[in-house]
């Protein structure tokens, strides 16, 4: 670990700390991770007397008001919220403006078909059993129970009794806490260590617009916007909110994390206002009240947030259009007051933005959360000290001050964003790569002996046995048919390798009977008669199970539902959202594969559409753009068509989601030969082969390949492979 340093201010010790941590986790990359245990014991010693420091303070510090002060400070301090909240929003607003142009498309995401997580408002802010909510960590509920337990001491005669023993406890917190403090060079050198070596560097360049926009952004919210607010409305200078405060803003800004560093803030506010003689002991006593209270509410780094629907609607061409920004940032400022990672999907998904997107979000979180949680102690402070202020009528509107703060104010914000936008234009050049991606697609293991023909072979003489599985077995191959163009399960890759879900699944049945594969290609529109003749055994290649199909042709036991959904321009993912919506669009025209059962649920849904027949899916997407609205087509297959074509999405219209499942189809209707192939797909389902390849070929995972992390120890010295 780091190494005490004597003669250095503390300040100086937690920089000494972050710097080692990151030049220690330059040097050694991954391996840094072996710190992650002290990273994560530090942040738990800090954690550990947070929530009963608030209790206690917030108990006490109400406790000791009366009833017309403890009125005055809800409404003021309320005031002071809500306008700290329209400042943050405003700035969430502008940081679209930074935004270059760029085509992106994902893969499928199980977050287009599954239900929205509900928002439990009650059981988040009200405690049934406060002690749960103790234990278990929910602050809101916690602090809601101290204010009513605070507020109805205030009535109570002989309740200094109470108020000396709170006041004990909370000096003895203080006291816990301040100790758990000294440690913080230490702490912050394995968290900086960590966070340095195991950094996925691939996200940060996929993110580098949202990621630099929001942190200029944030940064300058976080220095110049609620410090210079403060020193607007009252005499207190920005250089002292900064000095007495930086040791706090450098480990939440390292740890990522606001709990911790609670009780410095609110220490830290309460000096500044003892400082300025700013009301006296009433003044110097309310940031115990104000700050765990507001820490109930968004704050402004959590409402910067808000940026990132607009950079994932920006990102995946399905802006949100202007008028709907003050619904945005209502519904963005109801939601806050939960878990960003409930709100955020809830969010994307209101606004028809592919809520795969999400994905994004986390990654950013790697940097942004920290550049957040620093925006968020500031603001804590600010509400603090202009909460105190209102309350003791200590703020002063001095016109001066206030056009001097707005001036500047402009000017930085002209300079951040419009340098933003003028660096990304001129510097950033964002190439898209998915479809090479989705072509890079390969086999994860080498398999047997395979055969791929890309026209039908020549007749060959079959084995006499009765049984397609013993004709198999004398033949020495398993034949099966594919589909050319049934991306993700059966397709041509950029080595022109046939690979994908089925494809693999193939392998992985030829494989086990110890036989050759040879893939012959079907003909979509005729593949039931080549499977009553000797043409192949068996058609793997992503074919879904209709009613039609079932009385012709004997299918195996379903492996897979698929989710029927359409494919649209992005421009038009809003008008396709829900049926109600297409219903209303009157006589459109959607493109559908030769498949009656889509057919048959889009016209139960949209009876008014007007419907062309394409047999090919390839040819579905090559079609004049002018001639079709909507393409019928599986969500999973959609998804991954987008890859190629990025100026298309995938929507699963609300409400009704409708499976259509898939099946092998198994030649001359052979019984026997179908329950083998029933019985090893089960063995495939029970031993998590079908879902390791769900999350290849489907959801994209580890779609590219992963290197080891980048670290002087491996790449620039050598020492490590």
């Known amino acids: 670990m780091l190494p005490a340093v004597y003669g250095m201010t503390f300040t100086n010790k937690i920089l000494a700390g972050l710097t080692a941590g990151i030049l220690v986790g330059l040097f050694v990359g991954e391996f840094a991770s072996a710190l992650q245990w002290a990273a994560d014991g530090f942040v738990?010693?800090?954690?550990?007397?947070?929530?009963?420091?608030?209790?206690?303070?917030?108990?006490?510090?109400?406790?000791?008001?009366?009833?017309?002060?403890?009125?005055?400070?809800?409404?003021?301090?309320?005031?002071?919220?809500?306008?700290?909240?329209?400042?943050a929003l405003v700035f969430a607003g502008l940081i679209v403006?930074?935004?270059?142009?760029?085509?992106?498309?994902?893969?499928?995401?199980?977050?287009l078909v599954e239900p929205r997580a509900p928002f439990d408002f009650i059981n988040l802010y009200i405690p049934a059993n406060p002690f749960n909510s103790l234990a278990n960590n929910i602050v809101p509920a916690v602090v809601l129970f101290s204010v009513v337990l605070g507020i109805s001491l205030i009535g109570i005669e002989r309740k200094q009794v109470v108020l000396d023993l709170l006041d004990v406890c909370a000096q003895a917190l203080s006291r816990a806490s301040r100790f758990v403090v000294r440690l913080t060079p230490y702490g912050l050198f394995a968290i900086a260590a960590t966070a340095a070596g195991t950094l996925n560097l691939e996200q940060v360049g996929r993110l580098q617009?949202?990621?630099?926009?929001?942190?200029?952004?944030?940064?300058?919210?976080?220095?110049?916007?609620?410090?210079g607010l403060v020193a607007a409305?009252?005499?207190?200078?920005?250089?002292?909110?900064?000095?007495?405060?930086?040791?706090?803003?450098?480990?939440?800004?390292?740890?990522?994390?606001?709990?911790?560093?609670?009780?410095?803030?609110?220490?830290?506010?309460?000096?500044?206002?003892?400082?300025?003689?700013?009301?006296?002991?009433?003044?110097?006593?309310?940031?115990d009240v104000?700050?765990?209270?507001?820490?109930n509410f968004p704050h402004s780094g959590k409402l910067l947030s808000i940026s990132f629907i607009l950079f994932a609607g920006w990102f995946a061409d399905a802006s949100v259009p202007l008028p709907d920004?003050?619904?945005?940032?209502?519904?963005?400022?109801?939601?806050?007051?939960?878990?960003?990672?409930?709100?955020?999907?809830?969010?994307?998904?209101?606004?028809?933005?592919?809520?795969?997107?999400?994905?994004?979000?986390?990654?950013?979180?790697?940097?942004?959360?920290?550049?957040?949680?620093?925006?968020?102690?500031?603001?804590?402070?600010?509400?603090?000290?202009?909460?105190?202020?209102?309350?003791?009528?200590?703020?002063?509107?001095?016109?001066?001050?206030?056009?001097?703060?707005?001036?500047?104010?402009?000017?930085?914000?002209?300079?951040?964003?419009g340098g933003t936008r003028v660096l990304f234009a001129r510097v950033l050049r964002q190439e898209y790569t998915k479809d090479k991606v989705i072509a890079g697609m390969h086999m994860r293991r080498h398999f047997g002996p395979s055969v791929v023909y890309r026209t039908p072979p020549p007749s060959l003489s079959e084995p006499k046995e009765d049984g397609q599985l013993e004709k198999i077995r004398a033949r020495g191959a398993l034949r099966v048919g594919y589909l050319t163009d049934a991306l993700p399960f059966a397709f041509f890759n950029a080595q022109d390798e046939l690979v994908g879900f089925d494809i693999e699944m193939a392998h992985s049945l030829a494989a086990e009977l110890g036989l050759r594969v040879d893939f012959v290609p079907v003909d979509r529109t005729q593949f039931e008669e080549q499977l009553n003749g000797d043409y192949c055994d068996i058609v793997m290649s992503g074919v879904a199970v209709t009613t039609r199909r079932a009385s012709r042709v004997l299918f195996s036991s379903v492996y897979f539902d698929e989710t029927l959904g359409l494919l649209v321009r992005d421009e038009d993912r809003n008008r396709f959202s829900s049926w109600d919506q297409i219903r209303a669009l009157g006589d459109i025209t959607f493109l559908a594969p030769d498949l009656p059962y889509y057919i048959d649920k889009l016209r139960e849904r949209a009876p008014r559409a007007k419907l062309r027949v394409v047999p090919e899916a390839a040819s579905l997407l090559t079609a004049p753009q002018n001639e079709f609205d909507a393409i019928l087509m599986s969500a999973e297959r959609g998804s991954?068509?987008?890859?190629l074509h990025p100026q298309y999405s995938v929507v699963v219209p609300e409400p009704g989601i409708v499976k259509v499942p898939l099946a092998y189809p198994i030649a001359g209707r052979d019984e026997t030969f179908a329950d083998f192939i029933n019985t090893w797909i089960e063995l495939k389902r029970k031993d998590g082969t079908i879902d390791d390849l769900y999350k290849y070929w489907i959801l994209g995972q580890n779609a590219t390949s992963r290197q080891p992390r980048w670290s002087i120890m491996r790449n620039v010295l050598g020492w490590v492979d």
């Open 97 to 111: 403006l930074t935004f270059p142009r760029v085509d992106n498309a994902t893969f499928f995401s199980t977050t």
């Open 325 to 417: 920004y003050p619904r945005l940032a209502l519904t963005g400022l109801v939601t806050f007051f939960g878990s960003l990672n409930v709100a955020v999907p809830f969010l994307l998904d209101l606004f028809r933005i592919p809520v795969d997107t999400f994905q994004l979000f986390l990654a950013s979180g790697v940097i942004n959360s920290r550049v957040g949680t620093l925006v968020a102690a500031v603001h804590t402070v600010t509400v603090a000290l202009l909460a105190t202020c209102a309350v003791t009528s200590s703020l002063k509107w001095e016109r001066r001050k206030l056009v001097r703060y707005a001036l500047v104010t402009g000017i930085l914000t002209v300079v951040v964003i």
């Open 290 to 295: 104000v700050v765990p209270a507001s820490f």
């Open 44 to 87: 738990k010693l800090l954690q550990m007397t947070v929530l009963p420091y608030v209790t206690v303070s917030i108990v006490g510090s109400l406790g000791r008001l009366n009833a017309t002060e403890a009125r005055l400070l809800g409404l003021r301090a309320g005031l002071v919220l809500v306008g700290l909240w329209l400042v």
């Open 209 to 227: 617009v949202y990621l630099v926009s929001y942190s200029l952004v944030a940064l300058l919210v976080a220095l110049w916007i609620l410090p």
């Open 640 to 643: 991954a068509w987008t890859l």
């Open 233 to 287: 409305l009252t005499p207190i200078r920005v250089r002292d909110i900064m000095r007495l405060t930086r040791d706090a803003l450098i480990t939440a800004f390292v740890a990522g994390d606001l709990f911790i560093v609670l009780p410095v803030l609110i220490e830290a506010s309460k000096t500044l206002i003892g400082q300025y003689q700013l009301g006296g002991r009433q003044g110097a006593a309310l940031p």
